[in-house]
């Protein structure tokens, strides 16, 4: 059974850092593409970064580019986000998740497999 278990989300001022992890179980998560999805109060689902099978990155959003980047761990297991310069724009729930393609799609709210989110949350 696949599971995906984010972890390292909390309450930030501007400007500061965070970085993300997403562990993965029940499949090989480093042989998929995996995608990181934020959603803020009231409002749709964002996509944030994505890497394939490759360590390719796709960005799926404008405003994070020079500030978050993503990548994988050395064990087989994990994926992280990390979250340079963030504002209180970045505010949200941020997901993990991946449909098991070895490539990045625009399809993301269609995939499979999600984690339980973790809180991320940017005071001005």
């Known amino acids: 059974q696949v599971q995906l278990e984010e972890s390292g989300g909390g309450l930030v001022q501007a400007g500061g850092s965070l970085r993300l992890a997403c562990v993965g179980s029940?499949?090989?998560?480093?042989?998929?593409?995996m995608a990181w999805v934020r959603q803020a109060p009231g409002k749709k689902r964002e996509g944030v970064l994505c890497i394939d099978s490759g360590g390719r990155t796709t960005y799926y959003s404008d405003s994070v580019k020079g500030r978050f980047t993503i990548s994988r761990g050395n064990a087989e297991r994990t994926v992280y986000l990390q979250m340079n310069n963030l504002k209180p724009d970045d505010t949200a729930v941020y997901y993990c998740?991946?449909?098991?393609?070895?490539?990045?799609?625009?399809?993301?709210?269609?995939?499979?497999?999600w984690g339980q989110g973790t809180q991320v949350t940017v005071s001005s």
């Open positions: 029940g499949f090989m998560l480093n042989s998929y593409a």
């Open positions: 998740a991946t449909d098991r393609t070895f490539s990045c799609n625009n399809n993301y709210e269609q995939y499979r497999h």
